[in-house]
Each structure stands twice: as C-alpha cells, then as structure tokens.
C-alpha cells in the first residue's frame, strides 16, 4: 500500500490488538477476553485488502493477480516461515519428545495454511488453560488470512465482470456480494458456536464474515462531520476494550459475541482521521501505539512460541517478571525481525549495476 494510503489510526488499532493477544497469553487474568485482538486484525486485513485490490481494478481495469500474490507473499511469508524454521529446529531441545511427532505435523500444517483446519479437527479448545499448546497453534488465524486472500480477489474479479456485462456498478455488485457472505458466514458463527464449538473458533467459514466486514467498510461509508468521527472513534475505541475486559475463556466465541470488538473496529475505520486532538485517532498516532503496531505482525508470530518454550521449560504458571521477560524477549525479536526480515524482503533493494 502506498505511503499515502497510509492510516495511523489504524496501525494504532494493530497494536492495541497485538498487545491484548500477548498479555492474554503471557497473563490471562489481566485481559480475560485479549483474544479479541484477532478479530480485530481480520477487520483491518479484509478492510485493507479489499481496498487494495477495488483501487487497482477502477484504475486500470483489471486485478493482476500474480502481483497481488507476490506482494502477499513478500509480506507475509519471510517472517513465518522462519519463526516456523527456529521452532522446528528447537523443538527437540525445548519440548518433551511426547509432543515431538504431533509438533512436526502442526509445522507442516502451518507452513501450508492449514492450522485452523488442523486444530478444528482435533477439537481443540483454544482458549483452555489447560492444553498442552503447540509452538505453532497461532498460526490458525494466519491460516484464516491466507484462505481468505485466495479466494477473496477472485470473487471482486467476478463483480468487475458482471458489472460490466449487467451495466451496473461494481461496488452495488459487490456490496450485494459481500453483505450476503456476512450475513451466511455470521449465521454459520453464531449456529456452530453454540453447537459444536471447538472448531467454531477456527473454521475458515466461522470467521469469514469478519474480513467481510473489513471489505465491506471498503467499499466507502458516507462522510461524516467532526463531531460524529470523534464519537464513532471513541465508541469503537470502547467496544474493543470491553470486549477484551469483559470477555473472558467461558464466553461463548465467536458467535455474535465477536461482534463488539470487529464491529468497535469498523466504528475506528469509518471515523477516520479526525482532527481533534481529543479524538481516538490522536490517541491511536502516538508514538508507542505506531511503534508496537508497526511491528505488530512479527510480534504476534514470536511472542507465543517463546510463551509455550518458557512455560515448558520452568513447568509453571508465568510470574510477573517471566512475563515482563517474555514479553521483552518477543519485542525485541519482533524489532530485529521486522528490519531485517519482512523489509527486506518486502521492499527489495535494487541490485547494484
């Protein structure tokens, strides 16, 4: 995305949402509900990815798809396969050799995007303290993303095309399009959450509607005065941290709990950069929020296999100074791997002639 397409606000909302994922992991009891901040990160990558691709096909007509996966790619793949590289190659040192052979199938499941499938199928409860945890079972939500990064540019394709034939316009296309795949996904949440709710929490159809909130966010929102972006953004601001606060393992999620925090972030999205300096969004651009939001995607793929290594290694609870150690550990690791990591490979240096 471009420099100017650049949203604060939202690189705020990235690390709000990675910081109560860390502490949910490091210490539950602090933010019982800190699992909310994946719901919030699949709004900002359905809002961020739909608009990505809207402006390439009103600009010039067509979706290259072959540069849209090769940009997904740069940014997403170096650092994950290289976390999934080190917990690989520490395994054997770390964890007990009882755990050695299922490790291996979650990192081969990993690395090919289908965790959520994988865990779906074991019927694990995410949320219960008393798992024993791979290294890798993060990367369920990874998996969502990249499922829904295949399908998603293809259905927009398909719009652009019927728009064209049926002389409509495509974003009345699609607003059809993707309000229909909400509403089915939502439904699917809410039914399996209360019937079969351990692979609730990881089938891609459960959490469809999410990313399809984000893209239908995309497809523009009526202007707002002052006033209202300010509410809105404190609002949203509000519902994310209740969700987080409130919110707790028994909650029944996602379901229609999930959403008060995609639907808190969609209020942030829409009240954009608002001017005020009394505004969420003011709040949101500070330095630490745009640091931490920065480094966000690596610190969501380090801090958890350093949290299952640590609590294997000392076989206890976190204490507060191993958890302040962990959480240090994860965002350093997060900074180097951020710079010499995703960077590099996601804006290439020219080669020297």
Not at 281 to 296: C, E, N, T, V, Y
Request: with cysteine.
């Amino acid at each position: 995305m471009s420099t100017s397409n650049f949203r604060p606000e939202i690189q705020g909302l990235r690390a709000i949402a990675v910081c109560f994922v860390a502490v949910f992991h490091v210490w539950p009891h602090l933010v019982p509900g800190g699992y909310v901040g994946v719901d919030v990160f699949f709004v900002i990558s359905g809002y961020l990815i739909t608009g990505v691709l809207l402006r390439e096909g009103e600009r010039t007509g067509k979706i290259d798809l072959l540069a849209f996966y090769v940009r997904r790619a740069r940014r997403l793949l170096p650092a994950a396969m290289l976390v999934l590289l080190l917990v690989g190659l520490l395994t054997p040192f770390w964890l007990p050799s009882a755990l050695w052979r299922d490790g291996t199938n979650e990192l081969a499941y990993s690395a090919f995007q289908l965790e959520n499938w994988r865990l779906a199928a074991k019927a694990i409860d995410y949320l219960a303290a008393t798992n024993a945890p791979s290294p890798v079972q993060h990367y369920w939500s990874l998996s969502v993303e990249e499922q829904f990064y295949v399908v998603w540019p293809g259905l927009i394709i398909c719009a652009f095309w019927a728009s064209r034939a049926l002389r409509l316009s495509s974003r009345t296309l699609l607003r059809i399009l993707f309000g229909a795949i909400v509403a089915g996904s939502l439904a699917a949440s809410v039914w399996l959450t209360f019937t079969d709710p351990a692979p609730a929490y990881f089938v891609t159809y459960t959490r469809i509607w999410e990313l399809g909130l984000g893209g239908l966010v995309a497809l523009g929102v009526p202007a707002l005065e002052e006033g209202a972006r300010r509410f809105l953004g404190f609002a949203g601001v509000a519902a994310i941290l209740a969700a987080a606060f409130l919110f707790s393992t028994k909650t029944p999620f996602p379901g229609y709990a999930a959403l008060l925090p995609t639907v808190g972030t969609v209020l942030v999205i829409v009240s954009g950069q608002s001017t005020s300096q009394l505004s969420a969004f003011a709040l949101l651009k500070m330095r630490p929020f745009q640091f931490l939001g920065d480094i966000s995607y690596s610190l969501y793929l380090w801090h958890w296999p350093i949290v299952v290594f640590f609590t294997q290694k000392t076989g206890e609870a976190i204490s507060f100074w191993g958890g302040l150690a962990v959480l240090a550990a994860s965002v350093g690791l997060a900074a180097i791997s951020k710079v010499y990591v995703e960077d590099r490979f996601r804006f290439p240096q020219p080669s020297a002639t």
